[in-house]
Nanobody, 130 residues
Framework: QLELEESGGGLVQPGGSLRLSCAAS????????IGWFRQAPGRGHEGVAC????????FYADSVKGRFTVSKEDAENTVYLQMNSLIPEDTGLYYC???????????????????????RGQGTQVTVSS
């Protein structure tokens, strides 16, 4: 059973950077699409950056384009989310999901609630505040 675990969250000042990791175990991410989502009070959950592990196609929400970069490390079976120029509105619980053979766009635009996904981590908190 594929399991995902996020790490790398924390408290950062506006303008700062963080790199989140989504590490997979129990199986390979090959042919999976990984989505980074965030949940914040009053704003629901939003797909911010998604990537097809085989092929490396990406999709970004407009709110993070130019600031966030999603990437992968095949040997480590891990997907990263580099977040730069962070703003308070980026605050939230960030979690990763995995679905087999989805496009990156389909993943990021998905409106399924977090509990719908078979493969989902517990999340890592990101707080952007001065």
């Amino acid at each position: 059973q594929l399991e995902l675990e996020e790490s790398g969250g924390g408290l950062v000042q506006p303008g700062g950077s963080l790199r989140l990791s989504c590490a997979a175990s129990g199986g390979t991410l090959e042919d999976y699409t990984i989505g980074w989502f965030r949940q914040a009070p009053g704003r629901g959950h939003e797909g911010v950056a998604c990537l097809t592990f085989t092929g490396g196609r990406t999709f970004y929400a407009d709110s993070v384009k130019g600031r966030f970069t999603v990437s992968k490390e095949d040997a480590e079976n891990t997907v990263y989310l580099q977040m730069n120029s962070l703003i308070p509105e980026d605050t939230g619980l960030y979690y990763c999901t995995a679905e087999f053979d989805w496009t990156a766009q389909k993943m990021c635009l998905s409106t399924h609630p977090p509990e719908w996904y078979d493969h989902r981590g517990q999340g890592t908190q990101v707080t952007v505040s001065s």
